[in-house]
Antibody, heavy 121, light 108 residues
Framework: QVQLQESGPGLVKPSETLSLICTVSGGSISSYYWSWIRQPPGKALEWIGYIFYTGSTNYNPSLKRRVTISVDTSKSQFSLKLTSVTAADTAVYYC???????????????WGQGSLVTVSS | DIRMTQSPSTLSASVGDRVTITCRASQSIINRLAWYQQKPGKAPRLLIYKVTTLQSGVPSRFSGSGSGTEFTLTISSLQPDDFATYYCQQYNSDSPLTFGPGTKVEIK
């Protein structure tokens, strides 16, 4: 059974960089696209971006200037960096797997439990 | 962007009711639509993908239909475990991938 687990600081100061890691277990990180998705408190889901195990990425245009997603296949991990954060970036951040092998246009079949990141001084 | 809308935003229903949630896309997404269930404090759970395909382990009382720009999620007989928020998601375009605003199904 594939499992995803987010990790990282729960509190980030305004203007600083939010950093999260997603560790994949129970399956290979190869051959799938891996996404970050966030959900502000009480609001809907917002896709942030995805990465393929080769390092190929695509980002939500609304966040593209501030987002970097990278992958470390040796550790079965992929990570998120979001720069210049504000209170509007306060959200639960989820990592998720694209549900169709080798396909970037996909639903999400496995999700992490989520990591609440609060932006506050 | 492909904008997704859902109706209603909140739905009050009783156990045993047949429930239908509608999702509309701002342009055709062919059949690239998924539905998720989310309970408070939990990650979304994939219910249906490619409009009608039930994810493994999802009860058969859930079903999906539609094509192009209009889609529906139906719960044939609402169970206590089904009270949750439901989101649709389009994956016909990744510029960006987008979700609907959600429909909360609450107890009447």
């Amino acid at each position: 059974q594939v499992q995803l687990q987010e990790s990282g600081p729960g509190l980030v100061k305004p203007s600083e960089t939010l950093s999260l890691i997603c560790t994949v277990s129970g399956g290979s990180i190869s051959s799938y696209y891996w996404s970050w998705i966030r959900q502000p408190p009480g609001k809907a889901l917002e896709w942030i971006g995805y990465i393929f195990y080769t390092g190929s990425t695509n980002y939500n245009p609304s966040l593209k200037r501030r987002v970097t997603i990278s992958v470390d296949t040796s550790k079965s991990q992929f990570s998120l960096k979001l720069t210049s954060v504000t209170a509007a970036d306060t959200a639960v951040y989820y990592c998720a797997r694209g549900g169709v092998i080798l396909e970037w246009l996909s639903h999400f079949d496995y999700w992490g439990q989520g990591s609440l990141v609060t932006v506050s001084s | 962007d492909i904008r997704m809308t859902q109706s209603p935003s909140t739905l009050s229903a009783s156990v045993g009711d047949r429930v239908t949630i509608t999702c509309r896309a701002s342009q055709s997404i062919i059949n690239r639509l998924a539905w998720y269930q989310q309970k408070p404090g939990k990650a979304p759970r994939l219910l249906i993908y490619k409009v009608t395909t039930l994810q493994s382990g999802v009860p058969s009382r859930f079903s999906g239909s539609g094509s192009g720009t209009e889609f529906t999620l139906t719960i044939s007989s609402l169970q206590p475990d089904d009270f949750a928020t439901y989101y649709c998601q389009q994956y016909n375009s990744d510029s960006p991938l987008t979700f609907g605003p959600g429909t909360k199904v609450e107890i009447k």
